[in-house]
């Protein structure tokens, strides 16, 4: 069917609504289980084209428009000490830089995060059709590395695998 969208994280089909929610609900998951996000607090946003009206689309879902959520220029380098800055890595894109660390022999303490990446349980493909079903206009950097797709195509869980061994690995080094 034409309105049938296809989750490559679950390896299903789902209507429009369908898949606007299972993926608002495993957002929202993420963030309970993670890095849960207080309404007191004011966040910010790198501005990042399409991902960043996409985080702020899911944001607006999960919290009704209570979020304090402040859009800062890609070129700015602002670092002001009372906001928390949210991350707009899609879940290749976090795989992609975490095996990067372990690639490059780098320090292990490098695997914990400064921010909080919203869109780390939402894969690429996923994203371009929440782009597509929004209209939202911009365009989509896709960081993965092939090795990973192909690894993904044989045995379909290889992504939800390397995201849940990355979460144990971070949460040990919490614990130090």
Not at 19 to 37: G, V
Not at 113 to 119: G, H, M, Q, S, T
């Amino acid at each position: 069917m034409a309105d049938d969208f296809y989750s490559d994280f679950t390896g299903q089909t789902y209507s429009k609504s369908e898949f606007i929610n299972i993926l608002t609900k495993r957002i929202k998951k993420d963030l309970r289980n993670r890095n849960p996000l207080k309404l007191k607090q004011t966040y910010a946003l790198y501005e990042n084209g399409a991902k960043t009206q996409i985080i702020s689309l899911f944001l607006e879902i999960i919290f009704k428009k209570r979020l304090d959520l402040v859009i800062l220029p890609s070129d700015s380098k602002l670092q002001a000490n009372n906001l928390d800055f949210l991350g707009d890595d899609c879940l290749e894109t976090y795989i992609s830089k975490r095996l990067g660390i372990f690639f490059k022999s780098q320090n292990i303490s490098n695997l914990t995060d400064n921010k909080i990446n919203i869109l780390r349980t939402i894969t690429y493909k996923e994203l371009v059709q929440i782009k597509n079903i929004f209209n939202i206009s911009g365009t989509l950097e896709n960081e993965n590395l092939e090795f990973v797709e192909k690894l993904n195509e044989e045995y379909s869980q290889t992504k939800a695998s390397l995201l849940k061994s990355f979460n144990h690995i971070d949460y040990l080094l919490r614990l130090k």
